[in-house]
């Protein structure tokens, strides 16, 4: 199940023929047996539908609160709805009535919406996440946690849009916890994957974009050394996150964009100043299974 997981966090970006041909040649040269390879790439393993739509059912006894962590704020509440209405009416739907106030009715209403995201103490039930505590906050549209220091395995990513650079920077940390490091050890999958970038705040432009695994806590501060140059053990300081959840799959760049300025709207109306050059993007579940969550993520030192 490790690797199952394992390849379709990145197989639900990039599914298609030439990434399952690119998939299997990396697997290869990872050194998995073709049967694992065989397990990683099939869609339909035993049981798997079953236990993704037992999964999606249980989004139906969470609200929106309690699904995204956060009470949302009236005024993005407001935005979505007159969003809606208005691509109704372009569909010709105007007296009709949608289904995105049963959903989103005051974050009160429950249901089982794909796009509601998966809940955090659920996902850090099933996966070792790394720790953290909740922060108090008295504003809406975010929540915010207190990372702790902690060392993550990492890798540079030369092209942040390329999706052949994300596959190639993810097989890179797989192959770390798989065995390619000074002790042979095959380390459990944590979540999330953490993406983070760093912009040139004149032009915008992305200037440097990496990669990074959470260690397990066993191994935390004796994390074996990587055998692949490329990868590398980075100490991070503890830190605040303040973060957005989505639900759904495969969000597309404009919904990233609109979730990234939200978040800086709603910490701007809390008095929250953060830099917002250094920015995340995390991957909390297994895309294209049940239930899913990520996050947009701005940080802040700890006061």
């Not at 980075?234 to 609109?258: D, F, H, V």
């Not at 809390?270 to 995390?282: E, K, L, N």
């Amino acid at each position: 199940m490790r690797l199952l997981v394992a390849a379709l966090v990145v197989a639900a970006v990039f599914a298609d023929q030439d990434f399952l041909e690119r998939a299997r040649a990396q697997m290869e040269e990872q050194g998995l047996s073709e049967n694992e390879i065989e397990m990683m790439l099939t869609e339909e393993s035993e049981g798997e539908l079953e236990r993704a739509l037992e999964d999606l059912k249980k989004g139906s006894t969470y609200s929106w609160e309690e699904a995204k962590g956060y009470e949302d704020c009236e005024v993005f509440r407001k935005e979505m709805r007159d969003e809606w209405a208005a691509k109704k009416k372009k569909m010709g739907m105007g007296g009709k009535k949608g289904s995105y106030g049963k959903w989103d009715k005051k974050s009160k209403k429950k249901g089982a919406c794909p796009g509601k995201p998966k809940p955090m103490d659920e996902i850090c039930a099933e996966s070792e996440c790394p720790a953290f505590d909740l922060l108090n906050t008295t504003g809406c549209g975010y929540i915010a946690r207190s990372i702790k220091a902690a060392q993550w395995v990492g890798t540079d990513m030369a092209d942040a849009e390329s999706s052949k650079e994300y596959m190639s920077a993810f097989w890179r940390l797989f192959g770390y916890i798989n065995g390619g490091n000074s002790d042979g050890t095959k380390i459990p999958m944590t979540v999330p994957v953490l993406n983070v970038f760093t912009m040139d705040p004149t032009t915008y432009a992305i200037t440097s974009a990496r990669m990074f695994f959470y260690i397990p806590a066993d191994l935390q501060g004796s994390a074996p050394t990587p055998n692949d140059d490329s990868v590398y053990i980075e100490n991070m300081n503890e830190q605040i996150a303040y973060s957005r959840a989505l639900g759904g799959n495969n969000p597309s760049k404009e919904r990233w964009t609109k979730y990234f300025t939200n978040l800086y709207r709603a910490l701007e109306m809390d008095g929250i100043t953060v830099d917002t050059t250094t920015f995340a993007t995390a991957g909390f579940t297994r895309p294209y299974f049940g239930r899913q969550r990520q996050e947009a993520m701005y940080f802040a030192p700890l006061q």
